[in-house]
């Protein structure tokens, strides 16, 4: 397989395993590319795709360690977790279908939940300035946050299984 | 209870979902970058993630100044509103003191684009784009958008905020990059911003081979070699914002590029008034803004970028006005934040085109300069005027071949300023922002057959 080629494929899925364990946006983007610099310098593009995403994830597992290297018995524990949730529900298609599952989940909230969650995730509002916006304290929006985080847990898990 | 690292995971996963769902972040497309680093002989060392944050954040901090003084700079209210794609940073960069006999292109929701990815996504008629943090590797993508009219290239390190969280990153072009889009067939104007990786080669390359109208480059390094390069091409309108890396030479090859209707120095703070003086004779040239050059209120101190920050410059000053003609198209002159006086005003007589004058916050200037302004000025501005007093107010409105009186933030008016500017019935455009005037006065100045700018009503 070309070299691009074998980026285009995988770049997606192991940038989103990363994002999932944790990783900031821009840290996700680099291991990323770390990731495939090393697949593709041991010739993994030759391998069948499963092999070769999974060894992508334990390159990428492997380098996120070295940054961890403060907490690495809770990372390791936290990225071995995040690796078996992979391959229940993500591994197949890149996470596209948690992502779909997760767009319906907020499609059936309330609308001042999804107001919240856009608010939130998308405008980056402080927690001061939804306090404001939705006459709550801003504890209030903490709890807020927090129960409509396990509504989508556990909606996501439900149209998952 | 502690949560056991399935818990951790599942939280962790969610926020992803959570920010890519909602929050519309992507998954980077990073062919480019992976081949380019799989070709390099050697495995370069990767600068330690901690020293980049560091170094971004520098830069963040420049942004914010830069972005503050630009606003300043242009003398535009604060616009808090967000329109469509673009935050108010991103806007002021594009703004244009539009003439339409000048043609310059109108920037309409260009297209917002920060990845390869998100320009191989346009469609391929595209007219104009906006991109943010581009490097070269993104560049080719935008010879596909063979419609493409007009570019904005910034490197910013205010990203759309994720959790609340600015994200610092600067990403740059080079010339090497840069000169590639000289193939676009109908690219007119290009607006580069913060891009200090380039030297000018490839900006002279873009301008030449592209044919470009209109060239903007804001918080740059621009030097004397690079503006004698992209001025050998038969641009229309050259705009060099707050940028202070040259000096007498690079107005002299300006001035050489008799194509020029349209020049803006707004912000060079640290320019002389003999090297500006070198702009004279430019025959074609109706359109100058030289507002803020010189001004130690714009002088801030904090730099966008590592380029050692001048010191202001002798900036407007009379001795520049006398030694500024001839200019016999200069319709609009922008002298806002100078350093004239009464005496300086009257060289404004060898200008025989001039109709469009801004003289805000030039301390120094009385009734009696006011006064002897040339008859045909018909759009004066005097925005920020600490003494907009009795006399000065008679002498305006004395004058009948005004049309246009710009008194924003003025200080220092008469009791009955408002009864007088009532008289003033040959105006057709009054601006009195900032003033603070009775229901009375306002409503008085409301029944006025002119478009009236009246302060925002305080609310209580």
Known sequence: MEASEFVKQHQAGLWRFLRSVGCDAALAEELTQDALLVALRRDIASREERTAAAFLRTTARNLWMKRRHNDRRRAEQLIDAAELLWQDD????????????????????????????ERSYHDGASRAEMANELNLTEHGVRNMMQRLRKALRECIERRTQ | MTDTPEDDAKNARLEWLLNERVGGESPPDLQHAVLARLHEPATAAHPRRGSRMLAAAMVLIGVAAV????????????????D?????????????????????????????????????????????VFAINLNDDALPALLRLHKLEALAMTVSTYERPLRGVQKPRAVY????????LASLPNLRALVLEGQLKLKGPGIARVVEGAHLRELKLMNMAVTNDMLRGV???????????????????????????????FLSLTGCTHLEDLWIANLSGMKALEELYLNGVGSHTLFSGI????????????GVTDRLLENLAPLPKLRKLDLSSGYITDKGLLALRKFPALRDLSLGSNEDISASGIDSLPKHIEKLSLVGHRS??????EVLLSRSGLRDLNLAWCKGQPDDAVEQLCKATHLTSLDVSGWELSDADRERLQKLPVTVKLPKIKKN
């Open chain 1, 90 to 117: 993500a591994a197949h298609d890149d996470g596209n279908q948690l992502l779909e599952a997760l767009g319906r989940c907020v499609d059936e909230l309330p609308e001042r939940s999804r107001a919240a969650l």
């Open chain 2, 67 to 82: 972005v503050a003084v630009s606003q300043f700079a242009d003398n535009r209210p604060a616009d808090n509103s967000q």
């Open chain 2, 84 to 128: 469509g794609h673009l935050l108010n940073g991103e806007q002021s960069t594009l703004t244009n003191k539009q003439n339409p006999a000048l043609d310059l292109v109108a920037w309409k929701d260009p297209s917002l684009v920060r990845s390869r990815q998100d320009i191989e996504s346009l469609p391929a008629d595209t007219l104009q």
């Open chain 2, 173 to 180: 072009v080079t010339d090497d990059g840069l000169e590639r």
């Open chain 2, 231 to 261: 001025c050998k091409a038969p641009l229309v309108s050259l705009q060099l914002h707050s940028s202070q890396t040259f000096s007498g030479g690079g107005l002299k090859a300006i001035a050489a590029c008799q194509t020029l209707r």
């Open chain 2, 303 to 314: 730099r966008l970028n590592p380029l050692p920050e001048e010191p202001p410059g002798s």
């Open chain 2, 388 to 393: 907009v007093d009795a006399k000065m107010l």
